[in-house]
């Protein structure tokens, strides 16, 4: 299999700053996604990693260990608008082609 | 410019019934992906298209499951007849590129939620 694990649920406060981890199978892998995805929405792209290394976008950074087949979203200057479930994905290579494989999700809720 | 559209956004039927789910995806992506979501899960792939070509299904129930891509365009997916377990939500997703070929970003629809009673 190709699990990929990340905590069910945080909770942190508004203006704070949280880590939410995702380990995963390294065989095969290409690259891992951060998706974030509001109750009831489609899962929205937040980031890539590629490489080893810390890739930042705003408020938003993501990092990546390939050897260690770990990653984090770091989310910065939290608000309540930050609720939302965040997906760890992974694409591996394989048979042919490239198949993302989602985690399943950890539910982020921003406190005042 | 526009993202991959979906409709309906909600369908509830009985089960036995049929159903049917319609994705247009973001305009010159070749590659189109049918999702199926529970609950506090993750996204799990039910089909892979590149262009008109199903090259993933095997994910796809198909007793009771189709699919297709006639133009290489947009897409439906079909359930007959729908069972109690079949509730969840459906989503479709799009790439630009061949997944044979390239990784590239997904990007998703809002979803169908089905519910069957």
């Known amino acids: 299999g190709q699990n990929i694990d990340q905590p069910t649920e945080m909770t942190a406060t508004e203006g704070a700053i949280v880590q939410i981890n995702c380990t995963y199978q390294t065989s095969g892998f290409n690259r891992l996604f951060w998706y974030q995805q509001h109750a009831g929405e489609a899962p929205t792209f937040l980031s890539y990693n590629v490489l080893d290394g810390l890739e930042e976008k705003g408020r938003f950074s993501s990092f990546l260990s390939r050897s260690k087949g770990y990653s984090y979203l770091l989310l910065k200057e939290l608000q309540m608008k930050d609720s939302a479930s965040y997906l760890c994905?992974?694409?591996?290579?394989?048979?042919?082609?490239?198949?993302?494989?989602f985690g399943k999700g950890t539910k982020l809720s921003v406190i005042p | 410019e526009a993202g991959v559209v979906q409709s309906p956004r909600y369908k509830i039927i009985e089960k036995k019934q049929p159903v049917a789910f319609w994705c247009n995806p973001i305009?010159?992506?070749?590659?189109l992906y049918w999702y199926l979501q529970n609950l506090g899960q993750g996204p799990e792939l039910l089909i892979r298209y590149e262009n008109e070509e199903a090259v993933d299904d095997s994910q796809l129930p198909k007793d009771r499951f189709s699919a297709e891509r006639l133009k290489g365009v947009d897409s439906t997916l079909k359930i007959q007849p729908a069972e109690l377990g079949d509730s969840a939500v459906y989503l479709c997703a799009s790439s630009l590129g061949f997944s044979n070929r390239v990784a590239d970003t997904q990007y998703f629809g809002p979803g169908t939620r089905l519910t069957v009673l």
């Open positions: 994905a992974v694409i591996y290579s394989g048979a042919g082609s490239y198949q993302l494989t």
């Open positions: 305009s010159g992506h070749n590659t």
